[in-house]
């Protein structure tokens, strides 16, 4: 952390005023009816297409300071907002709206004395966030709280306020006040300090959970951080898939896979680490090769001088880049994938449905994927809602994609049997 005492100060009261008007906002979340929360997600869908020429304004104000400042393409392309992220955005809202609401409650079993045990759904209360300089994030993380009826407090990255400001005050404020909600419920973090994140993470009787998106380093200082002061954290730090070709694999699906993986560089699940069975090693390189060139891909090829598991999408001005090393079997690829990596996602290129098997069983990430792509590990792409973020956890808990479904507290309840 830099600066003086007087920074961390009032980092720390913004985010206490903050909690404290999200508190204030919650009680409405916990008692309107589901169908009112949808109609809140609704409008923020309709809001944003009415307001779309306003948010790209101020979008454009942020990429434009950003690429004076000289930051990496892949973090200007995780920033940039238009017409086409924005439709997409409204479009994913819709959806969510669409979605059943989970029960409140359900019965689990009868007890003697004529009881009943029932588990209940609780929301959190005020769930922090703090995420990199993507926009996008600031839509899906408060649709995801109010869906769960949990308020929230949310800090972004100094280079998208703009946006995520503009985001708040045209569509996702005004939506909750037209539809009964309050909007208090959902606030945003105005600092751009990084002792505000660092204050997001130290207030557990206010926001007892931090929902944490970033760089790996940043992101893990700040889950550190959270642990010292009894803050819980879903934190998604690291990425980096990994595809491995077998040697039973078609190569014109590899190829496919590949390409398709690459299609975005600034994301975590992109391809990050090419495995090839050694017998397909001289038949299958030239062509990876080709394809490299053709994309404007850099290959890393043994020997590394890096850890296989680097990744690429955080190395400013190397975002273009993958590795490629060797591997013996299925079983090899996947304890590399273990060993590795982040254990965010990773897929097997083959034809053989007992060597997918084999790896399958070997990998212990958070997606496998037999002839299809990592990329796919996305809330929406394998869910159809939005996600807050991709956990990573080797502990029992919400894990890959978490969604609204995922934010809760589960309380027991014993009750008279219902007769």
């Known amino acids: 952390m830099t600066g003086g005492s007087e920074e961390p100060a009032a980092a720390a009261q913004a985010v206490i005023t903050a909690a404290l008007a999200a508190h204030a906002g919650a009680g409405v979340l916990r008692q309107m009816p589901a169908g009112a929360l949808d109609e809140a997600l609704s409008a923020m869908a309709a809001r944003l297409d009415r ?12 990429v434009g300071a950003a690429r004076a400042e000289g930051l990496a393409e892949a973090v200007v392309d995780r920033l940039m907002l238009d017409r086409e992220r924005i439709r997409g955005i409204s479009a994913q809202l819709r959806a969510l709206a669409q979605v059943p609401a989970e029960p409140a409650q359900f019965h689990v079993r009868d007890l003697p004395g004529d009881l009943e045990l029932r588990e209940r759904r609780r929301p959190v209360g005020v769930i922090g966030a703090n995420f990199e300089a993507r926009p996008n994030v600031v839509v899906d993380i408060a649709s995801q709280l109010i869906k769960s009826r949990n308020a929230g407090v949310l800090r972004t990255g100094s280079t998208a306020l703009r946006s995520a400001s503009a985001l708040i005050d045209q569509v996702v404020g005004p939506a909750m006040r037209d539809t009964g909600l309050d909007p208090r419920a959902i606030q945003l973090l105005r600092i751009p300090s990084r002792e505000s994140a660092f204050a997001l993470v130290q207030q557990p009787r206010l926001i ?19 642990a010292l002061h009894g803050v819980r954290t879903l934190a998604h730090a690291d990425g980096g898939a990994v595809i491995y070709i077998d040697l039973a694999a078609k190569e014109n699906l590899a190829l496919a896979l590949i390409e398709s993986s690459l299609d975005r560089l ?140 995922d934010l809760h507290l589960r309380q027991y309840a014993v009750v008279p049997r219902a007769s």
């Open 266 to 405: 600034g994301v975590c699940n992109r391809l990050n680490l090419l495995l090839v069975h050694r017998q397909r090693w001289d038949s299958v390189i030239p062509s990876v090769t080709d394809l490299a060139k053709r994309l404007g891909i850099s290959l890393s090829l043994p020997p590394h001088a890096h850890a296989l598991g680097h990744e690429w999408a955080l190395d400013a001005g190397r975002e273009a880049t993958i590795t490629v090393a060797g591997a013996a079997s299925a079983q090899d690829a996947a304890e590399i994938a273990n060993r590795e990596t982040s254990g965010l996602a990773a897929s097997i290129v083959t034809a053989d449905e007992e060597t997918a098997n084999q790896f399958l069983d070997g990998y212990a990430g958070s997606g496998a994927f037999w002839n299809a792509s990592p990329r796919l590990l996305d809330g929406f792409k394998l869910l159809a809602v939005p996600e807050t973020g991709i956990s990573i956890d080797a502990v029992p808990g919400p894990r890959g994609p978490v969604t609204f479904r």
């Open 51 to 62: 307001r779309s020429a306003e948010i790209m304004d101020a979008n454009a104000r942020d």
């Open 208 to 226: 007892p959970l931090v929902i944490l998106r970033g760089s790996g380093a940043s992101t893990r200082a700040l889950a550190r951080d959270a």
